[in-house]
């Protein structure tokens, strides 16, 4: 089996809403997603893919929804005075943890056809947290 990984880099602000300590309040991350997609056999070109296709798959998704912005539980009471004050925001069925993040991430490179073997989101530069399903 191989492997390659694509690291690409992002940030956005959230707040988990259940954490005891001082992550329950709103604060920000620059981050890093180790994107790992693995093939039995190399294509054509030698390649389990060109990194540039995984980055391309991963950006449409970050780019769009999670890079600047403000990532919420949609159950945060915050949403309705950020709605009426015109600001950005997500919406996530599940608090906006680097767990539930991998996982999203993983969820729309898989849907692009790629066997994705893992994403591990780097939140800070000594805590990650990584989503597979192998
Ligand atoms: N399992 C998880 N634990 C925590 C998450 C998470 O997503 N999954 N997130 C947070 C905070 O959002 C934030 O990432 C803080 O992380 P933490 O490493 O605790 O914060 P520090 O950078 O302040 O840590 P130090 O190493 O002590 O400086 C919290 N936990
Ligand atoms: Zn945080």
Redesign the pocket.
């Given at each position: 089996m191989f492997t390659i990984t694509k690291e690409v880099y992002f940030c956005y602000g959230?707040?988990?809403m259940k954490?005891q300590?001082?992550?329950r309040h709103l604060?920000g991350?620059s981050v890093k997603a180790a994107i790992t997609v693995m093939a039995e056999t190399l294509n054509e070109q030698g390649m389990v893919c060109d990194f540039a296709e995984i980055e391309a798959a991963a950006s449409e998704y970050i780019d769009e929804q999670l890079d600047h912005n403000l990532l919420l539980h949609k159950d945060d009471p915050l949403l309705p005075a950020l709605a009426s004050a015109g600001e950005r925001f997500l919406a996530l069925d599940e608090?906006?943890?680097?767990?539930?993040?991998a996982k999203l991430i993983f969820g729309h490179i898989a849907g692009r056809g790629y066997k994705v073997k893992s994403v591990t989101?780097w939140?800070?530069?000594?805590?990650c947290?990584t989503y597979s399903e192998f």
């Open positions: 959230h707040r988990l954490h300590g001082k992550c604060h991350h608090h906006p943890t680097a767990e539930y993040l989101l939140e800070t530069s000594n805590a947290a």
